[in-house]
């Protein structure tokens, strides 16, 4: 269990009254990890979804040959691993912590648990998760476009 006021500093959370935060507070849990350190790897099944407290964590695409790129850098309050709550529940990239990091661990079967029961929390989720993976397709274009262009 974590505090309500760490995941109010989670843009996922953002417009989640204290009652709907309270109830995530209950099945999210805090992990570190260590510099270098695989968070999870690319087509993994996914069951949790991140949140950084502290730290930065690289999303990195395969991009063959045993070669690995980054398209993303993620930053303390911003959300990953998005797979967990989204079909088919497999990750589309690599997480990998570039420095010792503080994650939020949130199940996503039970986020999913939640939004059968709140509609209004689902809403507000699966906007603010939208609005992540939109910014995720941005940021993948932008550095494939680089990568094409060298």
Known sequence: MVSVELLRQASLFEGLTD??????????????VQANQYVFGENDGASDLYIVVSGRVAVLIDIGGGKQTMVDTISPGETFGWSAVVPPHIMTASAKAVEPTV?????????????????????????????TISTRLKDTRLQLTSLAST
């Open 19 to 32: 009652d709907q935060l309270a109830q995530v507070s209950t099945i999210a849990s805090q992990v570190t």
């Open 103 to 131: 994650l939020l661990s949130v199940p996503g079967r039970q986020v999913r648990d939640f939004c059968l029961t709140d509609c209004r929390m689902c809403y507000q989720i699966m906007e603010n998760l939208a609005c």
